[in-house]
């Protein structure tokens, strides 16, 4: 008779420890494969997918205080990610509403980059543009003091004053680097007009687009952005002092930097 002991008399378990391990393997590799069939990792199919998430995206560059229209964006499909918290989610989200800031063609619209404009409640759009300190103010031009209507809204210019003094003409820096929030009542820039579809619409738009082009325009009074009701004073003075004439000085849009000058004497500047 076969007995479970050596011949030292010891009983001999390394049989069942064996059976053991292999059974619990066993388990571990079937539990191991029902994940992988239930993920669907083990042929690559099926299984949870990653979120996907809705964004607007601008199709062109918009500027500053410039209305958004639907052809300005569009909607991307991306995977969710925080990065796009905040994202417009639909282009319905953000047509009508003012770009408070410029928006670079492509870059993700986001909802506190954009400010909605409901005319319904009783809204402004101007006063949208503002914020605490700020104030707008407007001053008649004409096509000389402004520029030839070539302004836009968003460009940024320096107000010169031209005025009699006890020696004569002289001429002086009233202002710098003022931003334009409208041209009359326009806050934004007009968008061109779609190119003629064939040659023969060409030569029957010319005079009808450059005629609609310069009244489209055209403008005799501009609204500025001033940082301060002091800088608001400043202005109102200048505009109704007895004899002096306001000119606009058109700046590059990457200019910032205020000058120190003098007030000048005409008789200095044709000598």
């Known amino acids: 008779m076969n007995l479970p002991f050596g011949s030292s008399g010891s009983y001999d378990d390394s049989g069942s420890r064996m059976r053991l391990i292999a059974v619990v393997a066993g388990v571990l590799l079937v539990a191991v494969l029902g994940y992988l069939l239930l993920s669907g990792g083990l042929f690559g199919v099926g299984g949870s997918q990653p979120t996907r998430q809705k964004i607007v995206v601008a199709n062109?560059?918009?500027?500053?205080?410039?209305?958004?229209?639907?052809?300005?964006?569009?909607?991307?499909?991306?995977?969710?990610?925080?990065?796009?918290?905040?994202?417009?989610?639909?282009?319905?989200?953000?047509e009508g509403s003012m770009a408070q800031a410029p928006?670079?063609?492509?870059?993700?619209?986001?909802?506190?980059?954009?400010?909605?404009?409901?005319?319904?409640?009783?809204?402004n759009p101007l006063f949208m543009t503002l914020t605490n300190g700020q104030r707008a103010m407007s001053m008649s031009v004409d096509k000389i003091t402004g520029i030839s209507n070539l302004l836009k809204v968003g460009n940024r210019v320096d107000i010169i004053a031209t005025y009699d003094s006890d020696a004569g003409a002289a001429v002086t820096t009233v202002m710098q680097n003022v931003t334009i929030l409208a041209l009359n009542q326009r806050l934004t820039n007009a968008t061109a007009a779609p190119p003629p579809s064939s040659d023969s619409d060409k030569s029957s738009s010319q005079s009808s687009s450059s005629s609609s082009a310069e009244s489209d325009s055209a403008y005799d009074t501009i609204t500025f952005l001033l940082p301060s009701l002091e800088e608001g004073e400043r202005l109102?003075?200048?505009?109704?002092?007895?004899?002096?004439?306001?000119?606009?000085?058109?700046?590059?849009?990457?200019?910032?930097?205020?000058?120190?000058?003098?007030?000048?004497n005409a008789t200095e500047v044709i000598r």
């Not at 205080?65 to 953000?94: K, L, Q, R």
């Open 103 to 123: 928006i670079a063609t492509g870059q993700v619209v986001y909802t506190n980059q954009i400010s909605r404009i409901d005319l319904g409640a009783g809204g």
């Open 60 to 94: 062109q560059d918009i500027p500053a205080y410039t209305a958004i229209t639907s052809g300005m964006v569009s909607v991307i499909e991306v995977d969710a990610n925080t990065y796009f918290a905040g994202a417009a989610p639909s282009v319905e989200g953000v």
């Open 236 to 264: 109102a003075s200048a505009m109704h002092l007895k004899g002096v004439t306001l000119s606009l000085a058109l700046r590059s849009q990457t200019d910032n930097e205020i000058v120190q000058i003098q007030t000048i």
